[in-house]
């Protein structure tokens, strides 16, 4: 017989899920526990082969759970339920690799499916996959206010999350940004999670994304030998603006562009990808033509956010495709990456288009 460990808070989910998914016949049984801390009294007790669990419970939430099962069963396939994600939320969730995740109300014949193929396998869901870049993106999903203390080969460090936005950070005598930035490139990395998060200063102020892309940039260059620049800042607005210099061609643009999508490792379903201008007028073009209405519409929004802060990232959903607007320096201008949203890594293609940005930057 194997066991599925079913952790929810809500009574009438558990009785639901353990009616439908035990079956003797096909030797699965169903164990249940309201919160992670009835979840590890199971656990403690007896063997159990998969754990489905909701990420929101009192007590001991699943965030807790997760790095409990870490430490002390890393062998266990995890599949998280949560009624706050979205559909592209649990896709790129799978797509990671690192767990499986359904968006309540989910399709149970799907569920079962899922749960017949990790027991079988015992491959995907495996908790000790998790990065800590996965785990980071799936605390700011889903909205988290905690606080992390994560260790790496002799070094410590602590990352604060305020309802899913990374606020602070600290390891040894850096704090704020910098800390963030040496800290999110650890691997092999133990963490520890708690409840709330203290007033920290500095705050962050930039987004999960960028520190990730811009860690992992610096760390490249400091294993090349090359020096680091921490700072981060690009300013694409003298390569397509600056009064006084010379536009690229915008054919020379395009070029790069069609490089990029080739390359980016989350590029799957891209369909194409633009260099525009907030009046609407497209400098350059790689991949599919899918006329102007789209870009003057992501223009009208970037100039008529009205959102009192910086716009890091403009995300639009249609029926068939996202559209990931990201402004690139001061005056004026972004990239407006197109998606196949049955096909696409949210995730990872939100990533790609920052180094993108950069690459495009470093190359003109």
């Keep these: 017989m194997k066991t599925v460990l079913v952790v929810d808070d809500e009574p009438s989910v558990l009785f639901a899920l353990s009616e439908s998914l035990s079956d003797r016949r096909r030797g699965v049984r169903v164990v249940t526990a309201a919160n992670g801390v009835e979840a590890v009294a199971v656990l403690e007790a007896e063997p159990v082969d998969l754990v489905l669990t909701d990420l929101r419970m009192p007590d001991m939430d699943g965030f807790e759970l997760l ?48 749960i017949t193929e990790m027991l ?19 605390l700011e999903m889903e909205r988290k206010t905690c606080t992390l203390s994560v260790r790496s080969v002799g070094r410590e460090g602590k990352l604060y999350f305020r309802a899913g936005r990374l606020v602070g950070a600290a390891t040894g005598e850096l ?15 133990s963490i520890e999670i708690a409840d709330g998060c203290p007033a920290v200063e500095p705050e962050i102020d930039v987004a999960l994304s960028y520190l990730l892309m811009e860690g992992m940039r610096i760390k490249d260059e400091e294993e090349r030998g090359a020096p680091a620049d921490a700072t981060g800042e690009i300013d694409i607005d003298a390569a397509l603006a ?15 562009l069609e490089e990029s999508l080739k390359k980016g490792k989350g590029m799957k379903g891209a369909e194409a990808i633009l260099i525009v201008e907030t009046t609407g007028g497209v400098i350059a073009h790689a991949g599919e033509d899918h006329g102007t209405a789209m870009p003057e519409a992501a223009a009208r929004l970037l100039r008529d956010r009205g959102l009192g802060e910086t716009l890091q990232e403009l995300l639009l959903t249609t029926e068939e495709r996202y559209w990931l607007a990201r402004p690139i320096g001061t005056r004026g201008h972004f990239l407006l990456l197109a998606l ?12 790609d288009l920052i180094g993108i940005e950069r690459g495009v930057v470093e190359k003109l």
């Design 67 to 114: 790095t409990f099962l870490r430490r002390n069963h890393a062998e266990l396939p995890v599949i998280l339920m949560t009624a706050l994600g979205s559909a592209e939320t649990a896709a790129r969730l799978g797509a990671e690799g690192s767990l499986e995740c359904l968006t309540k109300p989910f399709h149970l014949p799907e569920l079962k499916r899922k």
């Design 120 to 138: 079988s396998q015992r491959v995907k869901g495996r908790v000790e996959n998790i990065s800590l870049a996965s785990f980071l993106q799936l």
């Design 175 to 189: 704090t704020g940004r910098e800390a963030a930035l040496e800290v999110v490139t650890w691997e092999h990395a």
């Design 242 to 256: 600056e009064p006084g210099t010379v536009r690229p061609p915008s054919e020379e643009l395009s070029r790069l």
């Design 340 to 351: 196949d949203r049955h096909r696409a890594n949210l995730g990872r293609a939100q990533l």
